[in-house]
Protein backbone atom coordinates (compact mmCIF):
# COMPACT_ATOMS: atom_id res chain seq x y z
CA UNK A 1 0.00 0.00 0.00
CA UNK A 2 1.40 3.82 -0.75
CA UNK A 3 1.83 5.98 1.85
CA UNK A 4 -0.15 9.02 2.75
CA UNK A 5 2.46 10.98 0.94
CA UNK A 6 3.12 8.92 -1.69
CA UNK A 7 -0.76 8.65 -2.61
CA UNK A 8 -1.54 12.51 -2.52
CA UNK A 9 1.65 13.17 -4.58
CA UNK A 10 -0.08 10.64 -6.89
CA UNK A 11 -3.13 11.65 -7.03
CA UNK A 12 -1.80 15.33 -7.27
CA UNK A 13 -0.52 14.01 -10.65
CA UNK A 14 -3.61 12.38 -11.87
CA UNK A 15 -5.50 15.28 -11.15
CA UNK A 16 -3.29 17.73 -12.91
CA UNK A 17 -3.33 15.57 -15.99
CA UNK A 18 -7.03 15.95 -16.29
CA UNK A 19 -6.80 19.32 -15.65
CA UNK A 20 -4.54 19.77 -18.63
CA UNK A 21 -6.80 17.38 -20.89
CA UNK A 22 -9.84 19.28 -19.63
CA UNK A 23 -8.12 22.54 -20.85
CA UNK A 24 -6.89 21.24 -24.10
CA UNK A 25 -10.58 20.13 -25.16
CA UNK A 26 -11.45 23.65 -24.25
CA UNK A 27 -8.91 25.09 -25.83
CA UNK A 28 -9.91 22.85 -29.02
CA UNK A 29 -13.73 23.19 -28.65
CA UNK A 30 -13.03 27.50 -28.10
CA UNK A 31 -11.01 27.35 -32.13
CA UNK A 32 -14.02 25.53 -33.24
CA UNK A 33 -15.63 27.88 -32.39
CA UNK A 34 -14.62 30.47 -33.34
CA UNK A 35 -13.89 29.22 -36.58
CA UNK A 36 -17.90 28.96 -37.03
CA UNK A 37 -18.77 32.45 -36.15
CA UNK A 38 -15.61 34.05 -38.90
CA UNK A 39 -17.57 31.61 -40.94
CA UNK A 40 -20.80 32.77 -40.34
CA UNK A 41 -19.38 36.44 -40.37
CA UNK A 42 -18.32 35.83 -43.69
CA UNK A 43 -21.65 35.09 -45.27
CA UNK A 44 -22.66 38.25 -43.98
CA UNK A 45 -24.79 37.10 -40.73
CA UNK A 46 -25.54 39.54 -37.72
CA UNK A 47 -22.33 40.96 -38.27
CA UNK A 48 -22.10 43.64 -35.09
CA UNK A 49 -23.20 40.13 -32.77
CA UNK A 50 -20.86 37.75 -34.14
CA UNK A 51 -18.12 39.86 -34.16
CA UNK A 52 -18.28 40.47 -30.07
CA UNK A 53 -18.70 36.73 -30.19
CA UNK A 54 -15.36 36.07 -32.26
CA UNK A 55 -13.67 38.79 -29.51
CA UNK A 56 -15.27 37.04 -26.64
CA UNK A 57 -14.07 33.66 -27.65
CA UNK A 58 -10.38 35.08 -28.61
CA UNK A 59 -10.15 36.06 -25.11
CA UNK A 60 -11.71 32.90 -23.41
CA UNK A 61 -8.86 31.01 -25.54
CA UNK A 62 -5.97 33.86 -24.03
CA UNK A 63 -7.03 32.60 -20.71
CA UNK A 64 -7.82 29.17 -21.60
CA UNK A 65 -4.15 29.28 -22.56
CA UNK A 66 -3.15 30.97 -19.96
CA UNK A 67 -4.16 28.58 -17.36
CA UNK A 68 -2.84 25.83 -19.69
CA UNK A 69 0.38 26.82 -19.04
CA UNK A 70 0.34 27.66 -15.52
CA UNK A 71 -1.05 23.64 -15.28
CA UNK A 72 2.01 22.87 -17.11
CA UNK A 73 4.74 24.37 -14.73
CA UNK A 74 2.70 22.94 -11.84
CA UNK A 75 3.21 19.22 -13.59
CA UNK A 76 6.58 19.91 -14.20
CA UNK A 77 7.94 21.42 -10.98
CA UNK A 78 10.54 19.15 -8.73
CA UNK A 79 9.22 16.69 -5.88
CA UNK A 80 11.07 16.75 -2.67
CA UNK A 81 12.78 13.59 -3.14
CA UNK A 82 14.28 14.70 -6.43
CA UNK A 83 15.63 18.06 -4.56
CA UNK A 84 16.87 15.69 -1.74
CA UNK A 85 19.13 13.30 -4.05
CA UNK A 86 20.18 16.15 -6.10
CA UNK A 87 21.56 18.15 -3.05
CA UNK A 88 22.67 14.70 -1.16
CA UNK A 89 24.93 14.31 -4.32
CA UNK A 90 27.30 17.49 -3.02
Avoid: C, Y
Avoid at 8 to 25: F, G, P, Q, R, Y
Avoid at 45 to 54: D, K, T
Avoid at 72 to 86: A, D, G, M, T, Y
Amino acid sequence: MKSPKRFATSLKKESNIDVLTILKKKIRENETATENLIKALESGNAIEVISAQIEKRQLEKQNLEVQLAREKILKSQLKFEQVKFFFSRF
